[in-house]
T-cell receptor, first 111, second 116 residues
Framework: DAKTTQPPSMDCAEGRAANLPCNHSTISGNEYVYWYRQIHSQGPQYIIHGLKNNETNEMASLIITEDRKSSTLILPHATLRDTAVYYCIVQSTGTASKLTFGTGTRLQVTL | SAVISQKPSRDICQRGTSLTIQCQVDSQVTMMFWYRQQPGQSLTLIATANQGSEATYESGFVIDKFPISRPNLTFSTLTVSNMSPEDSSIYLC?????????????FGPGTRLTVL
């Protein structure tokens, strides 16, 4: 699986949009971009995934660049409950679904 | 989605002993995964457990240290054997989502293990 690079930490004011970047310059054509988050003392939680088109669900939006070498997770209106470590993972579907977690971005949402 | 429970939620153990962690899922799943999260670190996959076959271990993890059972499609156990303080971690199980879920995984709450 391709390796990802994320900033170690970010801050965001409550109510503002949180934009979390991820670089995956060696991504292969059949690999998807997945985002998970881990709130303190809990197991990771799936957020969203995409292949090459932008995706949106009730939690977040995922913007993938045209060359697919980077992506951005957007939390449109961050709340204190969004404080967590966010992991960007690239993975090809149809495999054994082994998730390779990087170091992630620790997002701190503040008042 | 799948609801996953783990027992115990936390434990403090003496070095040299063993602890068995249970993972229960509310639906039948083919694949279950066991991860370790050392203090302040990210998650590392230990092994993949399929029902009816031996678990597949990742590099750096061996069956003698982390034996796994998978007796049915809703349950698995991970044993941490002959523990040392370096085994102090959070151990998490996860399951693959249902078909057409794009390999989304659902995670249990974790078992926090401290070895003295």
């Amino acid at each position: 699986d391709a390796k990802t690079t994320q900033p170690p930490s970010m801050d965001c004011a409550e109510g503002r949009a949180a934009n979390l970047p991820c670089n995956h310059s060696t991504i292969s054509g059949n690999e998807y971009v997945y985002w998970y988050r881990q709130i303190h003392s809990q197991g990771p939680q799936y957020i969203i995934h995409g292949l090459k088109n932008n995706e949106t669900n009730e939690m977040a939006s995922l913007i993938i660049t045209e060359d697919r070498k980077s992506s951005t997770l957007i939390l449109p209106h961050a709340t204190l409950r969004d404080t967590a470590v966010y992991y960007c993972i690239v993975q090809s579907t149809g495999t054994a679904s082994k998730l390779t977690f990087g170091t992630g971005t620790r997002l701190q949402v503040t008042l | 989605s799948a609801v996953i429970s783990q027992k115990p939620s936390r434990d403090i153990c003496q070095r040299g002993t063993s602890l068995t962690i249970q993972c229960q899922v509310d639906s039948q799943v083919t694949m279950m995964f066991w991860y370790r999260q050392q203090p302040g670190q990210s998650l590392t996959l230990i092994a993949t457990a399929n029902q009816g076959s031996e678990a597949t271990y990742e590099s750096g993890f061996v069956i003698d240290k982390f034996p796994i059972s998978r007796p049915n499609l809703t349950f698995s156990t991970l044993t941490v054997s002959n523990m040392s303080p370096e085994d102090s971690s959070i151990y998490l199980c996860s399951v693959e989502g249902q078909p057409n879920s794009y390999n989304e995984q659902f995670f249990g709450p974790g078992t926090r293990l401290t070895v003295l």
